[in-house]
């Protein structure tokens, strides 16, 4: 017995609380119940009295030693995994916000000024064959009119062609549909052409308007309206006279802003014009009883004017400096 305790006395001796590595296998060996402290608490109670004297204290004070590297090591332990100090004033980490395109948020502006006056929503397909993008809409074949508009050729026989202009949507909603017709068709459209005011994808938005007794009156009106809405006052509107094959008469209209030298700059930013009836009959209206007009805005023209931007290229570029400036 006496051995014993001195055993386990020098073992614990030369412990110390961060020497114990593993905690579980201490307390099995000193503080458990089949741990050798245990054992002489059991043989303990063989002694005589005398011996229960000397012996007792001894194996109370190797309990409790033996419970105190315990709890200091556990203690320790614990302390190593505990989470660092946190500062919870610190301002947090900053979230990047998207921001809708140039092109989206006029394009939407544009939705909504339409949808106020009656317009619903038409679509059409961007690959667009030969016969809705041009041969409906009035131009004749091999005409030179089909180079007003510098066409990028899907296939090899030229019948499949990235449509040129939204005015393709026209002719699939006439078809699809009896007037009264009164639609918006907003959209990208595609042309072999590039500089500073052109670009080989850009967007238009085309309405078309049909029904009995419609006049250039109501055009002109709804043009009005359009360009107040979107610009405010402040800005000149003009027509000119145009042409395209698929209205009659056909016009352009221009924006103005006075300049600095008490002059107006213009711009142009659509055609419009009243639907000539063969293109009417083409998509199987009779132009005896209908009348149309109908217009095709330039989306990219009208986010450069509102804001202020020089170079159309900068809305295709994907330069986040430039498309976070607009919300
Ligand atoms: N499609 C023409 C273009 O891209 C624009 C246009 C002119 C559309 C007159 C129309 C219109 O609807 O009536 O140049």
């Not at 041969?135 to 899907?154: E, I, K, S, Y």
């Not at 019948?159 to 078809?175: F, I, N, P, W, Y």
């Not at 850009?202 to 029904?211: A, I, K, S, Y």
């Not at 809405?229 to 698929?246: C, D, H, L, M, Q």
Request: with cysteine.
């Amino acid at each position: 017995m006496q051995d014993k305790i001195k055993s386990i006395e020098d073992a614990l001796q030369k412990l110390s609380p961060d020497a114990i590595t593993d905690l579980e296998a201490f307390k099995r060996q000193y503080i458990g119940k089949q741990s050798l402290i245990q054992d002489l608490f059991k043989s303990f109670k063989d002694l005589d009295a005398d011996a229960k004297r000397l012996v007792g204290p001894k194996v109370n004070a190797l309990k409790q030693r033996a419970q105190e590297l315990y709890d200091a090591a556990l203690e320790a332990g614990q302390s190593a995994v505990e989470v660092p100090w946190k500062d919870a004033s610190l301002p947090g980490r900053a979230m990047d916000f998207g921001s809708l395109h140039p092109l989206s948020l006029v394009e939407r502006e544009l939705m909504e000024i339409f949808d106020f006056v009656g317009f619903t929503l038409a679509k059409g397909p961007e690959i667009e064959d030969d016969w809705h993008n041009f041969t409906a809409l009035n131009f004749p074949a091999n005409h030179p009119a089909r180079d007003m508009q510098d066409t990028f050729f899907v296939d090899s026989k030229e019948e499949r062609v990235l449509r040129t202009h939204t005015s393709g949507v026209q002719v699939r909603t006439m078809l699809n549909s009896k007037p009264p017709i009164r639609v918006i068709a907003p959209g990208r459209v595609y042309r072999c052409d590039s500089d500073a005011t052109h670009s080989p994808v850009f967007h238009q938005l085309e309405g078309l308007v049909v029904d009995k007794r419609v006049s250039f009156k109501d055009l002109k009106e709804t043009l009005f309206y359009f360009t107040e809405a979107f610009f405010g006052k402040g800005f000149e509107v003009r027509f000119r006279p145009s042409y395209f094959p698929f209205t009659e008469p056909s016009a352009e209209m221009d924006i103005g802003k006075r300049n600095a030298q008490g002059g107006i700059d213009w711009m142009e930013i659509l055609g419009c014009g009243m639907v000539d009836p063969a293109v009417l009959e083409n998509c199987g209206i009779d132009p005896k009883e209908y009348q149309g007009y109908a217009f095709g805005i330039g989306i990219d023209r009208l986010a450069m004017l509102k804001f202020g931007i020089p170079d159309i290229r900068l809305l295709y570029e994907n330069d986040i400096r430039f498309l976070g400036q607009f919300s």
